[in-house]
């Protein structure tokens, strides 16, 4: 389970990527340039590596910071498990993600409520497929089909996932 809730008390950029993010941000979005991008100024979709987001901030799945816009203040909930018995040796799991915002940026979308729920596939801290099946009308209205939303993560800071290199 994930919680994040955040406010921007005093803003005065131009730049609206200061402002909180309601979903992953990808390469282009990271302006202290965290983490590892192969591909981080790539266009998405336009290449499998721009699909590459840090789950951050809102942490929706789906690619809605663009069309959205960021926010001022935003509060998320993010909850995945592991599926039961036998079935969570498939690397499988389930994921749903709720998210309440500021669009004042953006207000061509009725509601400040957004969510969805879906399938991560892969190997926890290091790889994973996020594939958003359900989505909120308003998601969908942005990112029309499932292969629209699909994302990954790539997570290569072996010391943060406590994994040591050397000797």
Do not use: C
Request: proline content about 5%; hydrophobic content about 40%.
């Amino acid at each position: 389970m994930r919680f994040f809730t955040g406010t921007m008390l005093n803003n005065k950029s131009v730049f609206n990527y200061y402002l909180l993010s309601p979903s992953g941000r990808g390469g282009r979005d990271l302006y202290l340039f965290d983490g590892m991008y192969p591909d981080r100024f790539g266009v998405f979709p336009s290449t499998f590596l721009s699909r590459q987001m840090t789950m951050n901030e809102g942490v929706l799945v789906s690619p809605i910071n663009e069309q959205l816009g960021y926010s001022k203040w935003l509060i998320s909930v993010s909850l995945s498990s592991d599926l039961p018995a036998k079935l969570r040796y498939f690397g499988v799991k389930p994921f749903v993600n709720f998210l309440v915002n500021s669009h004042e940026l953006n207000s061509d979308y009725d509601s400040h409520f957004f969510g969805e729920a879906g399938l991560k596939i892969g190997l926890a801290n290091l790889f994973e497929i996020y594939v958003p099946l359900l989505v909120t009308p308003n998601i969908q209205q942005i990112t029309g089909s499932v292969q629209n939303r699909i994302r990954f993560v790539l997570d290569l800071d072996f010391s943060k996932n406590g994994w040591k290199i050397g000797l």
